[in-house]
């Protein structure tokens, strides 16, 4: 996957505590095998009514957050049943980086593995990066990895803490089977001289 930099783009805003993996993808579209086309479901009973109208009080269904890239959204995000489709459907549907106070920890690594970065910051920061909202939108943010940090439209920057081990996943767009195969030398020597035919 392509390694992860530097993203600039808007962030809407999901002022929620507690949003569980079934909220995120609900398990009746979890019949598909590979990762694309889940984009559509993401937040399906929140973003429908049940005559499939959209509800237009949810908060991604605002016209101007239909665009945005980044989630800035509240504590515990991604609880619940451990489905990696949850971050497949997130990253279906444009989300490069969500930003909240904590995360669940399967949901938190699922999304590493899946190219999307998730930016732990402390309930005040996040209250501080949604005075800039306008409506459910933020504008722009700038997230830079290497610097571990994000930036406002004002200039302010708040860092934020990330594991140097999968940090250094991220900026290289590696998985866990992209670093075994960079042993694949010493895998074929250790096979080369063990395996008998």
């Known amino acids: ?24 993808i609900p398990k009746q579209f979890l019949k598909k ?23 237009e ?22 609880c619940g049943s451990s489905r990696e489709h949850a971050p497949w459907a997130l990253k279906d549907y ?3 980086v969500i930003i909240a106070e904590s ?3 399967i949901f938190f690594n699922n999304c590493v593995k ?12 996040i ?21 571990q940090q994000v930036e406002n439209e004002k200039g302010e920057v708040f860092h934020f803490e990330f ?7 991220l900026l290289n767009g590696w998985d866990e089977i992209s670093v075994t195969l960079q042993q694949e030398d010493f895998i074929k020597k250790y096979e080369d001289e063990r395996i008998v035919n």
């Open 94 to 96: 444009g989300f490069q």
């Open 114 to 125: 899946n190219g999307i970065l998730p930016i732990r910051l402390s309930k005040d920061e």
């Open 1 to 24: 996957m392509p390694g992860f930099k530097t993203h600039s783009g808007s962030a809407a805003v999901l002022d929620r505590d507690h949003v569980d993996t079934d909220q995120i």
């Open 127 to 147: 209250k501080n990066l949604q005075k800039e909202k306008s409506g459910n939108l933020i504008r722009t943010l700038r997230v830079d990895l290497k610097q």
């Open 33 to 55: 095998i590979d990762k694309a086309g889940y984009g559509e479901f993401l937040f399906f009973d929140w973003r429908y009514h049940s005559n499939g109208e959209e509800n």
């Open 57 to 78: 009080n949810f908060e991604l269904n605002s016209p101007e957050t239909k665009e945005a890239s980044i989630l800035v959204t509240g504590n515990n995000f991604g």
């Open 163 to 169: 594991d140097p081990y999968w940090k250094k996943m």
């Open 103 to 105: 995360f669940a920890d």
